[in-house]
């Protein structure tokens, strides 16, 4: 059997999502084994001191949904230090999808990893997406918009590619190309590098024309949700507009069909290869591109308060929520770990009853009262392990 979440007496009846998680096995993942859960289809708050757990619960289920870690690039960071050599982590998830059952799960290895959705084996993580859709809020995320643009890109490609599980393919082909391409500008081959260079540059202009129609397409469906979110939470008159600085130089106006603008990122590489192979690396492509945000014509980035910042993080996570759930009509499962304790009083009050009601969520916290709205049911994590159920209070006393 597995373990239940604790219900709490007088939470509100939950709402029954179209996607959320009814079983979530562990084993050997950071410091969980033999975690077996069965979570509620509606607000679940793990709850336990700093360090116990929380954080990794929630990044496991992350990992089973997108296939990649919001807190480490390196896979193998995550198998308990304890386990023996060449062992690895085991993720299940029984699931609910529209009116249908579903189960996927990894076991992941350094030496490869095995993947099940549906019964069907895979060796690729990426096969785990466009299943079950999610949207993360961490307090990595608040700060989305202070860093560079590289964390902006991953906000919107996490985001195309459980729109569209086909894009993860035509991200993989660009950076490939684009590895390859500026591994070949520090060589001197003569004609035989200028070969290299031009099919190279191929694959680039075909995969990035691809990525760059999809990051406009998206940003353009994104920028009311995100607006009408923005003056929800913040609460002020400030009008929050959306755009996608595209990484070719000139920044031209970008054709509307993928051979076209392909014929143009193309021209755009062979003329930066001067430039290109004195600094070793290529100037122009989508890999250069921006998400860029606005607050009544001003960038975020350098005018804007803490706050707002952190008010416009939160809009585009819900906005990225929204278009998940109105292109393909599954609300997705939210994860919110330790997002609360980051907001002032206000924020906090308005964007809690932005989420309440809508689906399943996961949201970690050390203390009860930083959530402002009643949960249906709350995991509580001791020491890598989920406590057994006890009676619990609205204000999170036993």
């Known amino acids: 059997m ?94 609910t999808i529209g009116t249908r059952a579903h189960i996927q799960s990894l076991e992941y290895r350094e030496s490869g990893s095995r993947v099940r959705v549906e019964g069907l084996e895979s060796r690729r993580l990426g096969d785990l997406l466009g299943h079950l859709l ?15 643009p590289q964390e902006r890109r991953r906000f919107l490609d996490v985001l195309l590619c459980q729109l569209d599980p086909s894009a993860l393919d ?13 591994a070949a500008l520090r060589w001197s081959g003569g004609a035989e590098t200028e070969g290299l260079l031009e099919a190279y540059e191929a694959t680039l202009a075909e995969a990035g024309a691809g990525i760059l129609l999809r990051r406009r397409e998206w940003v353009k469906k994104m920028t009311p949700l995100a607006a009408a979110f923005y003056a929800e939470i913040g609460g002020g008159a400030e ?19 993928p051979i076209l603008l392909a014929e143009m990122l193309s021209g755009r590489l062979r003329e930066s290869r001067v430039r290109d192979r004195e600094n070793g690396l290529t ?4 890999h250069r591109d921006d998400l860029l945000t606005f607050l009544d014509e001003k960038s975020v980035r350098e005018f804007a308060s803490q706050g707002q910042k952190r008010s416009v993080a939160l809009a585009l996570k819900l906005a990225a929520a929204r278009l998940l759930e109105e292109t393909t009509g599954l ?25 309440a009601g809508r689906g399943q969520a996961f949201i970690a916290t050390p203390r009860r009262e930083d959530l402002p709205f009643a949960v249906e049911a709350v995991v509580r994590m001791e020491k890598g392990k989920v406590q057994p159920a006890q009676a619990e209070r609205e204000d999170g006393a036993a």
């Open 2 to 95: 597995g373990t239940p979440p604790h219900p709490v007496p007088g939470a509100p009846e939950p709402t029954f999502p179209v996607v959320h998680l009814d079983r979530l096995t562990l084993h050997h993942f950071r410091n969980l084994h033999g975690l077996d859960v069965h979570p509620s289809p509606g607000l679940n708050l793990v709850v336990g001191p700093n360090g116990h757990g929380k954080s990794n619960f929630l990044e496991a289920v992350h990992f089973l949904a997108l296939a990649h870690s919001a807190r480490t690039r390196k896979d193998k960071d995550l198998i308990a230090w304890e386990s023996p050599a060449d062992s690895g982590f085991v993720i299940r998830g029984e699931a």
């Open 283 to 286: 100037s122009v492509g989508p």
């Open 331 to 355: 609300p997705p499962i939210l994860l919110l770990d330790d997002v609360f304790a980051e907001l002032d009083p206000g924020r906090r009050e308005r964007f809690g009853a932005l989420i």
């Open 134 to 148: 999610l949207v993360a809020f961490t307090p990595e995320d608040l700060d989305l918009l202070r860093g560079g």
């Open 170 to 182: 035509v991200l993989r082909r660009y950076r490939m190309a684009l590895r390859q391409r500026n």
């Open 239 to 257: 009008a929050l507009t959306l755009g996608l600085s595209i990484g070719i130089s000139g920044k031209p106006e970008l054709p509307e069909t």
